[in-house]
């Protein structure tokens, strides 16, 4: 068995592992991560890309964020849709001047690779057999198997940024660990193609034939996605069928401006609302979507990943130059607080532009349910308390300071 050491082992080389290493190093805190895929296996998953304030100051504090800076573009509202009738949420006038960054996924975690490179700084691809040994003791170890050979890596902490299929989450006993879940009953079927976007703000759109979005990667590459029922699958989707769908759900001025083309990705992806308590357990944290997973209505997987990293990083900063360990049992009462919100603030999105299909026991009912709806999009889209609510939330909850 071959031996590594190292203050901080990170499982998963996501976003959540990547800028979390970033930061660590910069600290000076030694850091390995191990990831299960290939780096390029990484990179070619298509995700979303809007991010908070709070996310981009991170990106800066960790030095990774020159092509961000220039590439990236601040989005200073967007729109929502309902029967083609559009309402602009002006997040920079509603929350006094905040705004967010339309930047791929993918990219952040291409610019963290390659700083990662730069730095000569350690990710062992295509580690298999991970296990976390012994957590709740002050040297926890990893065992795994790298390029045929078995290894052993000796800890001080681990940072479990595995994803929500990871191993990091099952390690913490069933009985000491909860599992909220709510699994919604249709899923997002996303477009990825090099086309101008239909607008230069992101359009989320409520219709009589379901949800549908627009977004874009930059001006020349847009993103789309409509509502599908789970039973669909990609090749009931052919990219006319698509389009011709899109152009239904979206208004009728935007429908007339698309510029259709061929597809570079196409996926359909269920909607999830998923929280683990807690997120630590000994010397283990669960960080991004290895604790917690909402459908991306609200745009905030990515955000709640960069607002755990960002807790983390500050209680292990401390950790080690201070020696103050009494610090760790702080994370996951600060982590979820902030993802509950966001974990409320996705789902209620979700309920209020998606359509669900009546469940009413009778017209009636169906029709008093509609009523209900009518009004709830009244208040938030109509009113400016209520757009203000919506703008708030989207643009981020503040990030809490450690006690
Ligand atoms: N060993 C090592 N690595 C693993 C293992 C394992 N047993 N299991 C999973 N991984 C890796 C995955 O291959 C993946 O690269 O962990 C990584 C987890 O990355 P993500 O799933 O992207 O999770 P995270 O980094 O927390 O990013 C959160 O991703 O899904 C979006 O909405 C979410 O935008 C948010 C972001
Ligand atoms: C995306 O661009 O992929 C995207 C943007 C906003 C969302 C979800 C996805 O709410």
Redesign the pocket.
Known sequence: MKHLKTQVAI????????LLGQLLAKQGIDNII????TGD??LG?I??GILEQGFVDLVREAGVAQRMDTEGHVHDGFEIAVNGESTRIDLKQLTQGKTVVCYG?TEI?RDLMEAREQADLQILYE??E?KLNEVKSDKPFIT?EYQGETYRLDCDYIAG????????RKTIPEDKRTEHERVYPFGWLGLLSDTPPVSDELIYCKSERGFALASMRSETRSRYYLQVPLSDSTDDWSDDKFWDELKKRLPAEAAERLVTGPSIEKSIAPLRSFVCEPLQYGRLFL????GH??P?TGA??????ASDVSTLYKILTRVYRDGDTDCIDQYSAIALRRIWHGERFSWWMSNMLHDYGSTAVSDMEAETFDRFMDSELDYYLHHEEGQKVIANQYVGMPYEELR
């Open positions: 499982i998963g080389a996501g976003p959540s592992g990547l191990l990831e299960r895929v296996y990484v998953r995700r979303a996924q975690t580690t298999s991970v795994f940024c595995d994803g929500f299929h990871g191993v990091s960080v991004g979507d290895a997973i909402v991306p905030k997987g990515l955000n709640l990943a």
